[in-house]
């Protein structure tokens, strides 16, 4: 399915829970109209990977996220959160990249912490998105 509207916080890998309704775009066909959404990171191997491999954080994407997440599994989130120290042990990943994960993963904590704060307060960010792949949404009248 694909859904529109303000959605500057949506990456791949998200899990995105979205309220708003059905419409008919003449030129992309059915979507769903965004009015609101709310983020969860991905919990599975497979959601983090991909999560990750967006390029969302510095120092990682697609060959170092599958590396991480084949060393850490379902963990690698609260490790690289909690224990960055740890990210050391992963082939490939010496003091040079574990710097650059850490300064990532703190900018776009602080990112989503601000987004988060601002809808919270009903502005809306002037950024447009159109994404793919949801895990729910709910019809909202």
């Given at each position: 399915?694909?859904?529109?509207?303000?959605?500057?916080?949506?990456h791949?890998?998200?899990i995105?829970?979205?309220?708003?309704?059905?419409?008919?775009?003449?030129?992309?066909?059915?979507?769903?109209?965004?009015?609101?959404?709310?983020?969860?990171?991905?919990?599975s191997?497979?959601?983090?990977e991909?999560?990750?491999a967006?390029?969302?954080?510095?120092?990682i994407?697609?060959?170092?996220?599958?590396?991480?997440?084949?060393?850490?599994?379902?963990?690698?989130?609260?490790?690289?959160d909690?224990?960055p120290?740890?990210?050391?042990?992963?082939?490939?990943?010496?003091p040079?990249?574990?710097?650059?994960?850490?300064?990532?993963?703190?900018?776009?904590?602080?990112?989503?912490h601000?987004m988060?704060f601002?809808q919270?307060?009903?502005?809306?960010?002037?950024?447009?998105?159109?994404?793919t792949?949801?895990?729910s949404?709910?019809?909202?009248?």
């Amino acid at each position: 399915m694909t859904a529109c509207g303000l959605l500057s916080t949506v990456h791949q890998g998200n899990i995105v829970q979205a309220t708003g309704c059905w419409v008919q775009h003449p030129k992309f066909g059915r979507q769903f109209s965004v009015d609101s959404y709310s983020i969860s990171l991905p919990s599975s191997a497979v959601g983090i990977e991909k999560y990750l491999a967006s390029g969302l954080i510095k120092g990682i994407g697609p060959t170092y996220a599958q590396r991480l997440v084949s060393f850490f599994g379902t963990r690698t989130l609260e490790v690289i959160d909690k224990t960055p120290e740890q990210l050391a042990s992963v082939p490939g990943i010496g003091p040079k990249r574990q710097k650059e994960i850490i300064a990532g993963w703190a900018q776009q904590k602080e990112v989503a912490h601000i987004m988060v704060f601002l809808q919270e307060k009903e502005y809306r960010v002037r950024m447009r998105s159109r994404f793919t792949k949801h895990t729910s949404n709910r019809r909202s009248n």
